[in-house]
């Protein structure tokens, strides 16, 4: 692409940071619309939408999905937005077997966490030695350890997964909560034993649960081996305690207040949710003898009661009596899960990924209300945001940026995409050359949803580049059907390839000033292909131009 181009392209990236959220510049003002007519739970406020039935569904299908493919838009415009967001809302009742199929390859995704300690075994020690000497070269090491028998391998079957469902799954909300959802309960694929761990820590602890109840998510996550592992709570015991045998023994004890902190901070409570430091240490010594048996060979979690400190503790106010030994930790976890702070961060968060950066505090007040009625129910609490007037408002439209993630399985759908496995593997590669290397986050939060963290003039350059290559057919195992996008245009006519292609990507949505940078590409020959002798009828780039279009603000935005 030549210099000229990009640099336009990168103006048109550069209208994120100015253009409203809202496509006010494209032909015609919204229309009123009627409202979605699923039922509302109790108390709800009745929706009143004021966008256009169109943008209804465009709106619908950008957050709940990612990302319309060809054909979505009229797909549930003819279901109806109401019936569709309910399907979505029930995954169990919609077929997937054919992503499961394209996924049968990724052996570790099944795998228990034994198995993969034993398939995937850690290097002989002699062998670092001899590699950090010189003493053995590059070939010989990968013959005694090849790929595809060392660890990392796990993360890879996973990122691959990850990205196969979000371009290929039917049940596309549900994919979205696993992805919100593990941010939330973050691990970091990268620490020590958490590289076996991870996949089943998503099959276990949070795919089962996304769209369940949140008590149950907690539940799961404190008693999975990636979380005791990650946040040190393996570790945590009695200050008294001594290890009584094995490499360790004679080892001294103590407390490790890591996990505690995080679960009242990120995972329950928030940092505003009223807890002490005084809290924080005794729920760690409520969770003290939650550890992992035998990390390195069975890897499941165990409580040891000799581990466990014993005496009354106070958290919140609320006592747990002497000697509840295992029950101490489920009774925090209740204790948390139901308490106000719980309700109204956990509402936060999800208006947050579903409707603005800035919540609208009336309608996380009510879904803070679903959360206390229905026991921290999921859908109940998606129900309150779908059917509410503020998910549907303009200010709402378009109001989001996609994480990387996000922009790249949104565009490989946008173009009518597919890919199998190892396709996967490397659209996982491009989240990570754009800035999001999936399962390795290494702090507790995991990564951001907020546009703040993602707009930046290198990151959104890379995201063209990205787009480039997937419209050129750049990466192996992933089709495009750019092709079946233009039908019906006249190649040699750059505008009427634009159009069709506005329509299909973005759906007409432009602000002015976007169709006005993207319109004066038209005529750079890197868009305008001559013939080799400059006399033959002129063709348009479509893969060049389609990048562009994917390129712009308002494919950035969902």
């Not at 019936?83 to 390859?105: G, K, N």
């Not at 990392?152 to 990205?163: G, H, M, T, Y």
């Not at 919100?180 to 990268?190: D, K, Q």
């Not at 209740?334 to 009336?362: G, M, Q």
């Amino acid at each position: 692409m030549s210099p000229k181009l990009l640099a336009c392209a990168a103006l048109a990236l550069g209208l994120l940071n100015g253009c409203s959220a809202s496509t006010s510049g494209a032909a015609g003002p919204p229309a009123a619309a009627a409202p979605p007519t699923t039922s509302a739970p109790a108390g709800a406020v009745a929706p009143a939408p004021r966008v256009s039935p169109d943008r209804q569904v465009i709106h619908v299908l950008s957050r709940l999905t990612y990302g319309p493919r060809p054909g979505d838009v009229e797909h549930v415009r003819a279901m109806g937005v109401a019936a569709w967001i309910d399907r979505q809302l029930r995954p169990q009742t919609i077929d997937d077997s054919a992503t499961e199929r394209t996924l049968a390859e990724l052996t570790t995704l099944r795998m228990p966490i034994a198995e993969a300690l034993r398939e995937f075994p850690r290097p002989d020690p002699k062998l670092r030695a001899q590699i950090a000497s010189g003493e053995m070269s590059r070939q010989e090491m990968l013959e005694r350890y090849p790929l595809e028998k060392r660890p990392a391998r796990i993360a890879v079957e996973l990122q691959a997964a990850k990205v196969v469902r979000a371009v290929t799954s039917e049940r596309q909300l549900e994919e979205v909560l696993v992805d919100f959802w593990f941010n939330h309960f973050n691990v970091f694929a990268g620490k020590g034993d958490v590289r076996w761990y991870v996949a089943a820590y998503e099959r276990e602890a949070i795919r089962p649960y996304a769209m369940g109840r949140f008590p149950d998510l907690v539940r799961a996550t404190a008693h999975h081996p990636a979380m005791l592992f990650y946040l040190d709570n393996w570790l945590s015991a009695r200050p008294d305690f001594v290890v009584p045998a094995g490499p360790n023994r004679g080892r001294k004890g103590g407390l490790n207040e890591n996990y505690a902190r995080e679960l009242m901070e990120l995972h329950t409570l928030g940092v505003d949710g009223g807890y002490t430091q005084r809290d924080v240490t005794e729920v760690a010594r409520a969770f003290t003898g939650w550890t992992i048996d035998r990390p390195q060979i069975e890897g499941r979690f165990i409580f040891r009661p000799g581990m466990h400190d014993t005496g009354e503790k106070i958290v919140l106010g609320q006592r747990i009596p002497a000697g509840g030994g295992r029950d101490d930790g489920e009774r925090v976890i209740e204790i948390l899960t139901r308490h106000p702070a719980a309700a109204r961060f956990i509402a936060t968060k999800l208006v947050r990924r579903f409707v603005s950066d800035t919540p609208p505090p009336a309608l996380v007040a009510r879904v803070a209300g679903t959360y206390t009625h229905t026991g921290g129910d999921i859908p109940s609490m998606l129900r309150t945001i779908f059917e509410s007037p503020e998910f549907f408002s303009e200010d709402a439209y378009r109001a989001k940026i996609k994480k990387p993630f996000e922009f790249v399985a949104s565009a490989v759908r946008a173009l009518g995409g597919t890919t199998d496995a190892q396709g996967g593997m490397a659209l996982a590669r491009a989240s990570a050359e754009i800035g999001e290397p999936l399962y390795q986050a290494q702090p507790p939060t995991g990564y951001a949803d907020r546009a703040e963290v993602w707009v930046n003039a290198g990151a959104l350059l890379a995201r063209m580049n990205f787009a480039l290559g997937l419209a050129s057919g750049r990466y192996p195992h992933v089709s495009v059907e750019l092709a079946a996008l233009v039908a019906g245009a006249e190649p040699s006519s750059p505008p009427a390839v634009l159009d069709r292609l506005l329509a299909s990507i973005v759906a007409d949505q432009l602000t002015r000033e976007t169709r006005a940078v993207l319109t004066a590409q038209l005529t750079e020959p890197q868009i305008t292909r001559l013939s080799p002798d400059d006399r033959g009828p002129a063709n348009t780039d479509v893969a060049k131009l389609a990048a562009l279009v994917i390129g712009s603000p308002e494919f950035q935005r969902r």
